[in-house]
């Protein structure tokens, strides 16, 4: 059996296989931030596999978090009730959903904000780029508000608020979104956090916000879900070490990365989900950094998802390496692009099926096409992938009494 279709424990979940739907903004929802039950239901279910690992696109966790047209939110009754049939919808299927908690900081603008002032950041620095707005017009990022402790201490507070939302409305577990040059990430680099209080300067202080709110989400998720209770395990968080998106910067890279990733291990983490560095927007980073983040990943002890722009062949000898390590490393590969074109993406890569090429002009658009309009493997295709893969490896007993199986629990169409 090929290595992505071996199982992994997260948290208290059993995976059937290791290909990760990644979080992904789509921009589906309503103005006001209300998943499209109909729409959105249908893209995650059509994904879902049994035994499979959905974490959904960037959520926020309050009006002020927002900086995308139509992206969900998990703040108000409405868009808890609304959530609640779309992760329904997928548990039936048997797959499980983990909601990703989104504040993005300076990365919002002054029409999206509900007092109409500036973003908030960790320190008045601008993104050098410009931001779509609610309109559909584009206009420069302006320059954020310097959060004050109390605010800081509340946006604290919201994440914890939307973490209980977020076991209401029936998710498997929450990933905190610490990546992409959003909040968390401001705080951590000293190109956007030029701070000179606690949340500023030392690499100590430029990471406190980013494990206060991890500590904030775990405790709130373990108090909803009941200390006793397996599902209480299921928290994660996303990163990007040598990441470039909206104007990240560090003086530091791999130091910085040397103190946060080791000090994430007293939280036991369900996984640590991380932007491999060869992936920085559209543009490929040195093999240096490469180098440093996967030497970073033997610092921590858990589950590790990485994410950028992997290839099957790539992916499954990435978690072959890791099962080979000294010691041996519990991996899977998170794949985005590929999901949004392949709704069965799990079959196509276990049939070694063509994939479909997705299309990059409506990944933000507001209705189906090249969201719910995807094309799945025919039957008859699926008959002849076993019939191919029964003839290339004959002597395979294990993969030959396997691949029945195999091929129900990555089935999504009903």
Known sequence: ??????????????????????PLTRCRASPEGVPNTELAGTYYTQRTTKGGLIISEATNISRQATGHFCAPGIYTPAQVEAWKSITSA?????????????????GSHSKYQPDGRPPVGPSPIAIKEETSLPDGSLAPFEVPRELTLEEITAIVEDYRKATKNAFLAGFDGVEVHGANGYLIDQFLHDGSNQRKDKYGGSYENR??????????????????AGAGSPKAANVGLRLAPFGKYQDMSDSHEAELYGYVIPNLNRFNLAYLHVVEPRVIGSTAAGPEAVEVVHSLGKTYNGPWITAGGYRPDDAN????????????????????????????????????????????ATFYTHDAVGYTDQPFLAAGDIVEGVKELRVEQPDNQKLQNAIEGEIQLLKVQA
């Open 1 to 22: 059996m090929a290595p992505l279709f071996t199982p992994i424990k997260i948290g208290s979940l059993q995976l059937t296989h290791r290909i990760i739907m990644a």
């Open 90 to 106: 997928i548990q039936k299927k048997g797959g499980f959903i983990f909601l990703q908690l989104w504040h993005v900081g300076r």
């Open 207 to 224: 990471a406190r916000f980013l494990l206060e709110v991890v500590e904030a989400v775990q405790q709130t998720w373990i108090e909803a």
């Open 317 to 360: 000898k990435t978690v072959m390496d890791a099962a080979h390590s000294d010691p041996p490393r519990a991996v899977a590969v998170a794949f985005g692009r590929l999901f949004i074109a392949n709704p069965d993406l799990p079959l196509r890569i276990f049939l070694r099926a063509p994939l479909h090429h997705y299309n990059r």
